[in-house]
C-alpha cells in the first residue's frame, strides 16, 4: 500500500517560472535511472530551451509541494504522430510523467495521470494513451496496474516503444 499524499495534489499549468525546475527534475531522474539500471531516458537528451518553448506552449503541466517544490510533472498532449501516426481517433496523451523521488509511492504519478484521463473525458475524447521503452517493465506494469492496455509498438532508429491505451467511456 502506497503512502498518502504529503499535501494533495493539485495540477496546474507549468508557468515560464517552471521551465528549469522540470528539467532538473528530468535530469536528476535520467541519473537516476542510469544508476539503477532503467531503461527510459538518455541523460541529457532534452535540452532546456526544448521544455522552455514546451511550457510557452502550454504542454507542461505540474504538482507542487511545500517541502520539495516541484514534486511531479507532465507533458499533455492531444496528437502524438511521432509515436502513434496520423489519423488516430481523437484521444488525450501523456510524455514525459515525471515523480521526484522524494515522494514516490505518494500518490503523485496516480494524481498526474487522472488529471490528465479528467482533461480528455472534459474533452470528449475516448483514449487515453501513452508509451514507454520496451525496455522498462518497471513502467509497464505500472502503466498496466492504472488500466492502461498494451496495444502496440513503435520502433525508432535507437530505441522502441510499447504503445498503451486506456478506454476513457
Excluded: K
Excluded at 39 to 51: D, I, K, T, Y
Amino acid at each position: 500500500m502506497s503512502a498518502a499524499p504529503v499535501e494533495p495534489a493539485t495540477v496546474e499549468p507549468a508557468t515560464g517560472a517552471d521551465a528549469e525546475a522540470i528539467h532538473r527534475l528530468r535530469r536528476s531522474l535520467e541519473d537516476w535511472m542510469v544508476a539503477h539500471g532503467v531503461e527510459q531516458w538518455v541523460p541529457g537528451e532534452m535540452p532546456l530551451q526544448r521544455v522552455v518553448d514546451e511550457v510557452a506552449d502550454g504542454q507542461w503541466h505540474v504538482v507542487r509541494d511545500a517541502e520539495v517544490g516541484l514534486a511531479g510533472a507532465l507533458r499533455l498532449l492531444w496528437s502524438d504522430e511521432p509515436f502513434w501516426g496520423p489519423d488516430q481517433p481523437p484521444a488525450v496523451y501523456v510524455h514525459g510523467l515525471m515523480v521526484d523521488r522524494r515522494r514516490s509511492g505518494h500518490g503523485v504519478g496516480t494524481a498526474l495521470l487522472d488529471w490528465a484521463a479528467a482533461q480528455g473525458r472534459a474533452a470528449g475524447v475516448g483514449l487515453f494513451r501513452l508509451d514507454c521503452r520496451t525496455t522498462n517493465p518497471v513502467l509497464r506494469a505500472y502503466y498496466e496496474g492504472y488500466g492502461f492496455t498494451v496495444v502496440g509498438r513503435t520502433d525508432f532508429p535507437t530505441f522502441s516503444a510499447t504503445l498503451l491505451e486506456l478506454d476513457l467511456s
